[in-house]
């Protein structure tokens, strides 16, 4: 199996096992420069939020790359008590590791009280 085919596999584990519950799905991308996060509502398949590290609040800044996993964590966190979302959220990291900037992301939105 090659690399890309493994890593949808690692995927599509990771989701089949979120979707099982109504949760709502906290969704991440992670590539080389930037990471983006959206929230995704399984039952009707519409993204509610999302965030980036390409949206013009985080341009200006110079941060290394696990402060802006953490900022974005801390801005997709804020948007979800401004639209005061109350179901459980379900952190969907998709073939990616729980370490470094994934972590960083995960605690940025835990650092705003929304519970993972």
Known sequence: MSKKELRIKRANRVRLKLKKSSNLRLSLFRSSKHIYVQLIDDSIGKTLLSASSHD????DKKLNPQ?????VGEIIGGLINDKKIGNKIAFDRG???Y???VKQLADGVRSKGISL
Do not use: N, P, Q, W
């Open 95 to 97: 073939s990616y590791l």
């Open 99 to 101: 370490h470094g900037r």
């Open 67 to 71: 402060e802006v996993a953490f900022k």
């Open 56 to 59: 013009k609040s985080m341009k």
